[in-house]
């Protein structure tokens, strides 16, 4: 089954490689989406693909590369979105 969710990732996730450990990961579990920072420190990423790789890479948020410091993740379903591949903006 096919799913989209939406991520906000907070604590030390700017200037740590979050973003391009979150594509490698991504891309890693076939997902489709995009990866941003976000003005106030937090990161953003919209993620589609399979509900498993879906459940797998929000386990991986709360890690992330290994300067991060997840304090909380946020997560919100969203509508099938048609993303072609897994980008950093």
Not at 26 to 31: H, K, V
Not at 57 to 85: C, E, H, N, R
């Amino acid at each position: 089954m096919h799913c989209c969710r939406k991520f906000v990732i907070s604590g030390r996730v700017q200037g740590v490689c979050y973003r391009a450990s979150t594509q490698k990961k991504a891309i890693e579990l076939e997902l489709t989406g995009y990866v941003r920072n976000l003005p106030d420190g937090r990161v953003e990423a919209e993620c589609c693909g399979t509900v498993e790789n879906i459940e797998a890479m929000q386990q991986w948020f709360w890690s992330g590369p290994v300067m991060a410091k997840v304090i909380d993740v946020q997560i919100q379903p969203l509508p099938i979105l048609d993303y072609a591949t897994f980008d950093v903006r």
